[in-house]
């Protein structure tokens, strides 16, 4: 694999030289010099990237397809490209999950009965109309195969599936449907998997939400975390797939999550966008509404990047300096 990314860089910037372990030197396209400036690892550095640097005019990324999207390569190229980083590669850069002793199989509840199953049941006609007041329509039931239970540990809850790209399931998500102190319940599993894996479609621009109802109601190529941060399996699919374009769709509350994941696909050369959704979510928002908002939402750039970085700071100053002053007041 190293040969062809040396291939590839040399056809694209001439000959090289080895300089020291991974490192190749070539003439800088950035820079006049005598001397090949531009350094490039070819082989995954102990973080997992491959990253260059040109010593002249400081050009630098942490991937080859940044560069190569710096300097706007053909269709060849990136087709090469594509060729050598979709196959099985480890990027160790990206965090590890940890399992904390949890069990790697898992298996829908033994109780598991499928919606769309006609039954005079008046649990399953409540499970439904929870559903419905969800905006969940009965082809998205058919399509996530989404189930409930009357009886066990997941009673009174519905249930929804997660399947890799074999089709094999790796998680799903149960959620009472009746008033209760306990509305989740999910399987004791790592969370480090692709939700609805079997259904994304890497050639296109995908949508990352956090929980699988969020999913449903953008339905486009929707990837729920099952929670409010984004783990290592999806971080490294996104990288290996090549996919160019992420929309990140996260409650308000985990809105520093969005930024610092937004921030690690940028610097892998990955155009993001940040939808801002306020104090609504895209189950509530529906259909319509949430994929116009997406649609409206531009590019995030790295000025925009840090406006929102200083924001937070500004906030969390604020709220010290309330805590401080309210302290005072109180004694």
């Keep these: 694999m190293e040969d062809r990314i040396l291939t590839l860089l040399e056809s694209v910037l001439g000959k090289s030289k080895k300089t020291s372990g991974n490192n190749y030197a070539f003439f800088s396209p950035f820079a006049e010099h005598y001397k090949p400036k531009l350094e490039i690892n070819i082989g995954l550095n102990s973080k997992g990237d491959n990253p260059w640097h040109c010593w002249i005019s400081d050009e630098k990324g942490k991937t080859i397809r940044s560069l190569f999207k710096k300097l706007k390569v053909s269709k060849e190229v990136w087709d090469e490209h594509n060729s050598i980083f979709s196959r099985k590669y480890r990027y160790s850069n990206l965090p590890n999950s940890e399992n904390n002793g949890k ?17 005079n049941s008046v649990i399953r006609k409540h499970a439904i109309k929870y559903l419905e007041g969800r905006g969940i329509t009965p082809s998205e039931i058919i399509k996530h195969e989404v189930g409930y239970c009357e009886e066990g540990i997941y009673k009174h809850k519905v249930i929804v599936p ?3 790209s074999d089709g094999k399931l790796n998680y799903f998500v149960g959620r009472s449907f009746y008033e209760t102190n306990h509305k989740h319940k999910n399987p004791d599993v790592s969370k480090d998997v692709v939700g609805f894996e079997m259904m994304v479609n890497w050639d296109l621009p995908i949508v990352i939400c956090e929980g699988v109802f969020d999913a449903m109601a953008i339905r486009m190529n929707a990837i729920p975390l099952f929670g409010k ?8 699919e996104i990288i290996r797939r090549g996919v160019e374009k992420v929309y990140i769709v996260l409650d308000s509350d985990a809105f520093k999550n969005a930024l610092r994941f937004a921030e690690t696909l940028m610097n892998g050369g990955i155009t993001v966008y940040v939808v801002e959704l306020g104090d609504s979510d895209p ?6 509404e949430i994929n116009k908002k997406i649609k409206n939402t531009e590019a995030l750039t790295l000025r925009k990047l840090m406006e929102y970085k200083l924001v937070g700071v500004w906030e969390k100053q604020r709220r010290l300096t309330m805590m401080v002053i309210s302290k005072r007041f109180t004694t």
């Design 283 to 288: 189950s509530e928002m529906g259909f319509d």
């Design 103 to 119: 069990t790697e199989s898992v298996q829908l509840p033994k109780e598991y009965i499928p919606l769309w199953k006609p039954s």
């Design 162 to 164: 997660s399947y890799d």
């Design 229 to 236: 941060s984004p783990q290592s399996k999806l971080q490294t």
